[in-house]
């Protein structure tokens, strides 16, 4: 490897972390989210996870951008 595949390599990385840091780990952005009900659990989720950050286990991105 030399240092213009170094470069474009590292550029292409920094490139695909960003867009992995834009994704928002929510309720919202959750292919398991349908209908203002959490299909794991069969519940609404509280507030706070459906807008904001979770830690669930079973979230899956649902790969919408907005």
């Known amino acids: 490897?030399?240092?213009?595949?170094l470069n474009a390599i590292k550029?292409?990385?920094k490139q695909?972390?960003?867009k992995l840091?834009?994704?928002k780990v929510s309720c919202m952005h959750c292919n398991?989210?349908?209908n203002g009900n959490c299909?794991?659990?069969k519940a609404r989720p509280p507030e706070d996870w459906i807008h904001g950050t979770?830690?669930?286990e079973?979230?899956?991105?649902?790969?919408i951008p907005f």
């Not at 490897?1 to 595949?5: H, V």
């Not at 079973?58 to 790969?63: G, L, R």
């Open 58 to 63: 079973y979230w899956t991105w649902d790969e």
């Open 39 to 41: 299909q794991q659990f």
């Open 11 to 13: 550029n292409h990385l």
């Open 1 to 5: 490897m030399n240092l213009i595949e």
């Open 32 to 34: 398991k989210f349908n």
């Open 16 to 18: 695909q972390l960003l």
């Open 54 to 56: 979770v830690d669930c």
């Open 21 to 23: 840091e834009h994704i």
